[in-house]
């Protein structure tokens, strides 16, 4: 749990886990996350550690996601990418041609 790791078998809840990652991320609390479940304090533990390992996973994959998007849109990165995009050497190429295309 502590690497983010769950298989898919560890998300077979008897509740929508959903619900419960959205009341953790509310802070409730594992007695209240079971009875607003409908279930046993243990089995919502449980599920508790796979829910929280969920969002633990999604929060340090979205900071990396961030902080590329950063670098990609400097503006130093960007006016060059862009210039070598317009400059594709082809206006020197079909500068005088002709082309005779009917469709």
């Given at each position: ?24 991320v ?61 400059e ?16």
């Amino acid at each position: 749990m502590d690497l983010h790791l769950v298989r898919d078998s560890d998300r077979d809840a008897p509740f929508k886990l959903a619900t419960l990652r959205r009341l953790l991320v509310e802070d409730r609390t594992i007695e209240e996350c079971a009875a607003e479940l409908e279930s046993d304090i243990e089995t919502v533990t449980h599920y508790a550690a796979v829910a929280t390992a969920d969002i633990e996973s999604t929060r340090a994959n979205d900071r990396f996601r961030d902080e590329f998007r950063e670098l990609l849109t400097d503006s130093d990165l960007e006016q060059s990418h862009a210039r070598t995009a317009r400059e594709d050497g082809l206006r020197d190429a079909t500068e005088d041609l002709e082309t005779d295309v009917s469709f």
